[in-house]
């Protein structure tokens, strides 16, 4: 299987956000295969037609694991690419993608991905996401906030997976809503 890259992403009604995403894919992925979460109520789905074939509408979830390993099933190549559709490819990540795939010592990679809070990043070396691995590598439970197990190398590299959300997630307040439940202390 020769190193190309196939793009995943599960979306749900982001037509704000999606020819962002699908843009920094242009000319760098191999194929990018889209999985709506439930019935499309906006244009998410005839913007996604523009830049691919393999578009898929699932069962309303209302979580993207669920639909990931659909999505990694219905991918052609030998390198995943999980991406969310309010993220996109820095430059320097695009320039270096193909390259740092045909490191044969590598079977996945976790980029920096910093925090956005509606104006800037607010952090500059954490957190990093894993994002980029080898198929057959990975094994994947579709439960909410899962993270790809990887058998094999994983390397943390400094190119970055841009990550600009319009809710930002990353307040005092969303941390108690939302976020606490998974909150691990060690």
């Known amino acids: 299987m020769q190193n190309k890259i196939s793009a995943c992403l599960v979306i749900y009604n982001e ?13 760098v992925v191999d194929e990018i295969v889209v999985i709506h979460d439930g019935e499309c109520k906006d244009k998410s789905l005839e913007i ?17 694991e669920v639909h990931r390993p659909f999505s990694f099933k219905m991918a052609k190549n030998k390198w995943l690419l999980q991406i969310d559709a309010d993220e996109f490819l ?8 193909n390259k740092i795939i045909n490191v044969n010592s590598i079977d996945a990679y976790e980029f920096l991905w910093p925090i956005w809070d509606g104006k800037k990043y607010i952090s500059k070396s954490w957190p990093y996401k894993r994002c980029l691995f080898k198929k057959n590598k990975i094994s994947f439970l579709g439960v909410p906030h899962y993270v790809v197990e990887v058998t094999g190398n994983i390397k943390k590299s400094d ?25 691990k202390v060690i």
């Open 15 to 27: 037509e704000k956000k999606i020819k962002r995403c699908l843009d920094s894919l242009v000319g």
């Open 48 to 64: 996604a037609k523009k830049y691919t074939n393999r578009v898929y509408v699932m069962e309303h979830a209302g979580e993207a």
């Open 90 to 97: 820095s430059s320097e990540l695009k320039n270096n993608l």
């Open 159 to 183: 190119l970055i997976l841009e990550h600009r959300p319009d809710k930002i997630n990353y307040s005092w307040a969303s941390f108690r809503i939302k976020w606490i439940k998974w909150a």
